[in-house]
C-alpha cells in the first residue's frame, strides 16, 4: 500500500506543482483544485480526486455518502451501516456487531482510501450494495459515479461547529514540528474558505442544489436536525436506501436499538484506545458531538462574521440547522 502511495502521488506531482497554494491546517499546504482546497499527499487528497478520476468504477447499486470533514461523517457511517446491515447482526441483539468493537471508518471506507489498495476490496466486494463515503465535492467526483445513478446521502453541519471541530481535529492530528494553530488563524483560514475540501459554503451549496433535482437520488441531511430526533432520521435514511423497517422491526425497538448503538456515548467509549493510522488516533473523531459548541469558542464579532458570510453565501437557500 505504501508502494501504491508513492506511485500514485508521483504520477501526479506535475500537475499539483501547477496549482494555488495555500496554508495548510494538518499539512502544510492545501491546493486548489477544481474550486476546492485539497491536502496533498495524504490518504485524502489532491491526488487520491485525480486518481478516483482515473481508475474508480461505480455500480448503480452503490450507496455514497457525502459530508465535508467534521460535519459528522463518523456517526452517518456508523447509522448506514448498522441499518443496511442489520440483518447481520440482530441475533444476540448485536452483541457481535463490528460497531462495538471497531471504529466506523473501518466498516465504510471513503472511496479516497480504497483507490491505493493493491486490490481494492471494492473490486471482489460480495456485498450489494457496496457502502462508500467521500469528501469528494459534488463538482469534483467521478464521471462513473454521476453517470451510474446511485444513491447518495449528503450530511451538512453549521458552519460554526463545522469550524470549531475542525480547529481541534488539526491540533490533535498535525505535526508536532509544526507547532499548534491559533483559533484566530484558523478562523481566517475557515472564512476564506481556506480548509480541507473547503470552502465550506460552495460544499454543501453543490451538493443541495442537485439534491433539489433529484430528490430520490440525494437525500440532504443536517447534523442538527438528526441530533433533535436521530430515530426519525433512521427511519428517513432506511426509507431513502430501500431498507425500511417492518411493523415487527418497529415494535421490537429495532430502530432505538440502531440509535443507541451509533450514540456518541456508545461509539466513543468503544474507541477511547488505539489508533486507526498511525498518527490517527480512534479517539479523534469523537469530541463533544453536541450542537452549538461554537459558542463556547468564536466571540460575538467572529460568530457575527461566520453569519453574514452564510446568509451571503446560502441566500434564499433553505438548509436548517
Ligand atoms: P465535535 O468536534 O463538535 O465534537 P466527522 O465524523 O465528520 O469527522 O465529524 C466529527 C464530529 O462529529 C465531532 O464533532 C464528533 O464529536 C462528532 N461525532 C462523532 N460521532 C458522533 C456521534 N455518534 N453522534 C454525534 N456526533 C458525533
Given at each position: 500500500e505504501k508502494t501504491n502511495m508513492a506511485l500514485i502521488f508521483n504520477k501526479y506531482n506535475d500537475r499539483i506543482a501547477t496549482l494555488p497554494k495555500e496554508k495548510g491546517w494538518i499539512t502544510e499546504n492545501l491546493y486548489m483544485y477544481q474550486g476546492f482546497w485539497h491536502q496533498s499527499k495524504r490518504r485524502i487528497s489532491v491526488e487520491t480526486v485525480m486518481a478516483v478520476h482515473d481508475t474508480f468504477k461505480a455500480r448503480p447499486t452503490d450507496i455514497y455518502l457525502a459530508t465535508l470533514p467534521k460535519s459528522g461523517t463518523t456517526w452517518l457511517k456508523a447509522l448506514v451501516f448498522a441499518i443496511v446491515n442489520r440483518n447481520r447482526y440482530?441475533?444476540?441483539?448485536?452483541?457481535?456487531?463490528?460497531?462495538?468493537?471497531?471504529?466506523?471508518?473501518n466498516c465504510l471506507?471513503?472511496?479516497?482510501?480504497?483507490?491505493?489498495?493493491?486490490?481494492?476490496?471494492?473490486?471482489?466486494?460480495?456485498?450489494?450494495?457496496?457502502l462508500f463515503a467521500t469528501h469528494i465535492p459534488y463538482t469534483s467526483l467521478p464521471r462513473s459515479i454521476l453517470d451510474s445513478g446511485c444513491r447518495m446521502v449528503y450530511l451538512c453541519r453549521n458552519p460554526k461547529d463545522v469550524f470549531v471541530s475542525m480547529f481541534h481535529f488539526a491540533n490533535k492530528l498535525r505535526d508536532k514540528s509544526r507547532g499548534s494553530m491559533r483559533f484566530v488563524e484558523a478562523f481566517e483560514l475557515f472564512s476564506k474558505g481556506v480548509m480541507p475540501t473547503g470552502p465550506y459554503w460552495d460544499h454543501v451549496k453543490s451538493y443541495h442544489n442537485v439534491s433539489l433535482?433529484?430528490?430520490?437520488?440525494?437525500?440532504?441531511?443536517?447534523?442538527?436536525?438528526?441530533?433533535?430526533?436521530?430515530?426519525?432520521?433512521v427511519k428517513r435514511l432506511s426509507m431513502f436506501l430501500g431498507y425500511p423497517f417492518t411493523e415487527a422491526e418497529e415494535t421490537d425497538g429495532a430502530v432505538q436499538e440502531i440509535v443507541r448503538l451509533c450514540s456518541f456515548e456508545n461509539l466513543s467509549k468503544v474507541n477511547k484506545h488505539g489508533n486507526l493510522r498511525e498518527g490517527i488516533p480512534n479517539d479523534a473523531f469523537f469530541?463533544?458531538?453536541?450542537?452549538?459548541?461554537?459558542?463556547?469558542?468564536?466571540?460575538?464579532?467572529?460568530?457575527?462574521?461566520?453569519?453574514?458570510?452564510?446568509e451571503e453565501k446560502f441566500h434564499g437557500l433553505h438548509i436548517s440547522f
Open positions: 440482530k441475533h444476540n441483539s448485536f452483541s457481535t456487531h463490528p460497531l462495538l468493537n471497531s471504529n466506523p471508518h471506507p471513503f472511496i479516497e482510501t480504497e483507490v491505493f489498495r493493491n486490490t481494492p476490496t471494492y473490486e471482489n466486494d460480495p456485498h450489494s450494495p457496496r433535482e433529484h430528490p430520490t437520488k440525494i437525500l440532504f441531511l443536517s447534523y442538527d436536525d438528526m441530533k433533535i430526533d436521530t430515530a426519525t432520521h469530541r463533544e458531538g453536541t450542537v452549538g459548541d461554537w459558542s463556547n469558542h468564536l466571540t460575538s464579532e467572529m460568530s457575527e462574521i461566520l453569519d453574514q458570510i452564510t
